[in-house]
């Protein structure tokens, strides 16, 4: 974890208090902490880095994620060709991460790439922001974009057809930076940041995987610059009881205080004075997003996005 970050990283367990914390460094490379503790020194929770990667959620234990590994090498493999697969030249790719990252100007300041899973977004925010934090609550997308993001490349096995599978190499493009980067894992629900810390922000299918995706964008809003902030937020609204009890979902009901569509709803809640400052919606549409499951099976997903400044 770059030594750049510390002093923006907060204790997610306390808030809404915001507490600094400490930090104990055990092995460190050219400012990159490879291993070490974050301490909390108001509520004693503790937070380890381990192989460079801060785990910043008092929830979630690397350790406790380790046996779900086959489910994981699949989803894996699907986020990796997800994110990459058009600099890879596959045929078959979506180019629904360049077209999001045409959606964002270039800021100066941080940006949080929250959801990031295997990163694709957080590197193309790099080239528009001074550093870039994409957080994720799974071990397995963050321990792969931080992979990439130090190698430059990784090999992706991709499922071909039941016991099937080819194996493929990634090479990251010199045009998408590796500088001032880091992936961490933590909680869109309680973001380990100060308030204020980012002036660009993303939610990229993110807000419809929530328990509660109110608490997600008043955490998103609470950590954004008070001015000269930008925030894309995109999804599909694809509510599930599984993921998001009925009664927190932001939309897709008839009645209840979100009763219609998502986008619209965020829509009036980012700009109706329930922030401070309050946002200004400034451009809405959707992006054919795609993910592979095998050779011949694919997800094709439109994801509905809006584009918010203040
Ligand atoms: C549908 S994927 C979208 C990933 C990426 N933003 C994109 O558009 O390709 C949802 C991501 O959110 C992550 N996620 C789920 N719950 C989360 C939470 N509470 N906080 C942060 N990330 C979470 C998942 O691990 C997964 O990487």
Redesign the pocket.
Known sequence: MLTKIIDQLICPACLPQEHQLTVKIDQEKDDDIIDGKLCCPHCGESYRITQGIACLSPKLRPESLENQRYETEKLLSS?LW??FADLMGDPEAST??AEWSQLIASNSGWGL??????G??SFEMKKKCDLVIG????FS?IQAARNLLKKGHTQLTLPQEGQLSRTTSLQLPPELPRQDIEFII????ALPFKSHTFATL?????VD???QPLI?LKESNRVASKEKAEFLL?DPFSWAEATTPPENWLGGTESGPFAGSGLDNITKIMSNGNFTPAWKVTDDGAVW?KIRTHRNHFELIR?CYLKARR
Do not use: C, E, M
Not at 202 to 206: A, H, K, Q
């Open positions: 986020y997800s994110h629904a991460y790439d929250i959801g990031a899973a295997v694709r977004f957080i994720d609550t799974s997308f933590g909680d869109a629900q993303s939610s990229l299918n993110l995987k929530l328990p997600h995109s997003w994801s």
